[in-house]
């Protein structure tokens, strides 16, 4: 499921219960354009926002699939969305073939991505995500793979290290922060996740509007769970399992992901297989800002089958 600019957001009501926000919600719904009886597909379900709003606009008929790589987000989803049209999994973008596949299911009519890692797993200080908590270093969103930012911070060669964080986190200061890291592990292992953010504060000298540890974070956590290959899979994926007429939605958080996605949908708009449905990635309102500021950074972009 970053940044920290999910997809959705916890909030607290008066009852003090976790309540699910998520991000454009009814711009998604709008430019999925819901058929009755349609098959939608949310790649990212988490606790399953996106899919209850997309479950009302369906009809008897109408099937919803939910994929995610966290079991506690899949069990949450399961409570919210139960019913007999929704069928739950827990899977990778690559695997979205595979999914339906095993559903029996041919071709889809929408698919959501809303990408990154959500507020839910950033929360959970154990999940050791946060640059805040003082969990060990971890961020994998299925825990029952093997590769954690433990492993990646204590074990990659230092070369391996500043191609990460200057690819993955366009951080300015990677050589600098690879070098403290190296320099600090040969003495004892970078255990946890506030251990870590201490090294890349001292690395920058001091705060400033956001962490410093920020972007270091998150190129970490596209190395742990390879989010950008998995996104480049999915979509392909997707286009070639959507029907004349079906709609794909992606929200990005970061240039990384939007670039990607962009640059997918351009490519196949030239070669006649989707149409765009934004020039430009929608962005959140002002209002919505208000309420969620991990939004503002958010962007939508939506296409077509021919």
Not at 32 to 46: F, K, Q
Not at 98 to 103: A, G, M, P, Q
Not at 104 to 111: L, P
Request: proline share 4%; glycine share 8%; net charge positive.
């Amino acid at each position: 499921m970053s940044k920290p600019s999910p997809g959705s957001f916890l909030s607290m009501e008066s009852s003090n219960r976790a309540v699910h926000v998520p991000v454009l919600l009814n711009e998604v719904v709008d430019m999925l354009a819901v058929r009755e009886n349609g098959i939608y597909l949310d790649a990212t379900v988490g606790l399953g926002g996106h899919a209850s709003a997309i479950l009302q606009r369906l009809g008897r008929q109408g099937i919803l699939i939910g994929t995610d790589r966290d079991e506690e987000a899949l069990a949450s989803a399961a409570k919210r969305l139960g019913n007999g049209r929704v069928r739950l999994r827990k899977k990778r973008f690559s695997e979205i073939r595979d999914i339906l596949s095993e559903l029996k299911i041919d071709s889809i009519d929408g698919v959501l991505f809303d990408l990154g890692v959500s507020m839910f797993q950033v929360k959970d200080y154990d999940r050791g995500f946060s640059f805040m908590s003082e969990a060990r270093l971890d961020m994998r969103m299925d825990p029952s793979e093997r590769l954690s930012a433990w492993e990646v911070v204590n074990r990659y060669p230092e070369k391996e290290l500043q191609r990460i964080l200057k690819e993955f986190g366009e951080e300015p200061l990677f050589r600098k922060i690879t070098r403290r890291i190296v320099i600090n592990r040969q003495s004892a292992p970078i255990n946890k996740c506030s251990e870590l953010a201490a090294l890349v504060l001292q690395a920058y000298g001091g705060r400033g509007k956001t962490h410093p540890a920020t972007k270091t974070f998150q190129a970490l956590r596209i190395e742990v769970n390879k989010e950008l290959e998995e996104l480049r899979n999915g979509l392909s994926a997707a286009v070639g399992m959507l029907k004349a007429g079906g709609r794909i939605c992606v929200i990005a958080y970061h240039s990384l992901e939007d670039r990607i996605v962009k640059n997918t949908f351009r490519h196949l708009n030239r070669e006649g297989v989707l149409r765009i449905l934004t020039k430009k990635p929608i962005a959140p309102v002002r209002e919505e800002v208000l309420k969620n500021p991990a939004a503002r950074s958010a962007k939508l972009r939506g296409v077509e089958k021919i």
